[in-house]
């Protein structure tokens, strides 16, 4: 099956830096990869995604792109605000057939200081 | 729309009782997923549906752990008996094939087995 690994765990960054997370996957046949930010005590939320038939997708200061070759994603924050701080989780999907199930990485805890 | 909607949001019970959680999901989703959260495992799929039917239940960790979902707008998962490794948040998620391939979770239901 799918396995999602995220890195860093932890991440710390000042007010306007950039923080950028990474992820792998090991299936090929996965098409799909969203990113999830969830706050303290609160629910994963969808907050951009991307498919395999595109490299790069970006909404405002959110960007994430993808390698296919070397099957790898990641998510890029630019201008960071001290309301980024949560847990993001990457995920992978095959979304195809009766392959729906969504494997999550481990999460990245990111703390932007004021 | 109300979301994805679960039911107790906490609940603390007896080693050895049997637990409940609800889920409803969003009307008109033909994907249902239960996810279990803990710090040591991050967010770990246990059994999802498609148009009610169980599709995968590979994660689900034992035989104490049961899910159903009787019609479109239902689901339960049921812990018997249950055990304190058992505490946990569990989340439900839905989506549809139509809308793309993000998930929308509910509030989560924080378990405490004592």
């Known amino acids: 099956g799918e396995n999602v690994e995220q890195h860093p765990s932890t991440l710390s960054v000042q007010e306007g830096d950039s923080a950028v997370i990474k992820c792998t996957y090991s299936?090929?046949?996965?098409?799909?990869f969203p990113w999830y930010k969830q706050e303290l005590g609160k629910r994963p939320q969808l907050i951009i995604d991307i498919r395999s038939n595109v490299g790069e997708k970006k909404d405002q200061r959110i960007a994430v792109t993808l390698n296919k070759t070397a099957k790898h994603f990641s998510l890029h924050i630019t201008e960071t605000q001290p309301e980024d701080s949560a847990v993001y989780f990457c995920a992978a999907s095959r979304s195809s057939g009766n392959n729906n199930d969504m494997r999550f990485g481990a999460g990245t805890r990111l703390t932007v200081k004021p | 729309d109300a979301g994805v909607i679960q039911s107790p949001r906490h609940e603390v019970t007896e080693m050895g009782q049997e637990v409940t959680l609800r889920c409803k999901p969003i009307s008109g989703h033909d994907y249902l997923f239960w996810y279990r959260q803990t710090m040591m495992r991050g967010l770990e799929l246990l059994i999802y549906?498609?148009?009610?039917?169980?599709?995968?239940d590979s994660g689900m960790p034992e035989d104490r752990f049961s899910a159903k979902m009787p019609n479109a707008s239902f689901s339960t998962l049921k812990i018997q008996p249950s055990e304190p490794r058992d505490s946990a948040v569990y989340f439900c998620?839905?989506?549809?094939?139509?809308?793309?391939?993000?998930?929308?979770f509910g509030s989560g239901t924080r378990l405490t087995v004592v």
């Open positions: 998620a839905s989506r549809w094939t139509g809308s793309g391939y993000g998930y929308t």
């Open positions: 549906f498609n148009n009610n039917v169980p599709i995968d």
């Open positions: 299936d090929s046949a996965s098409n799909y």
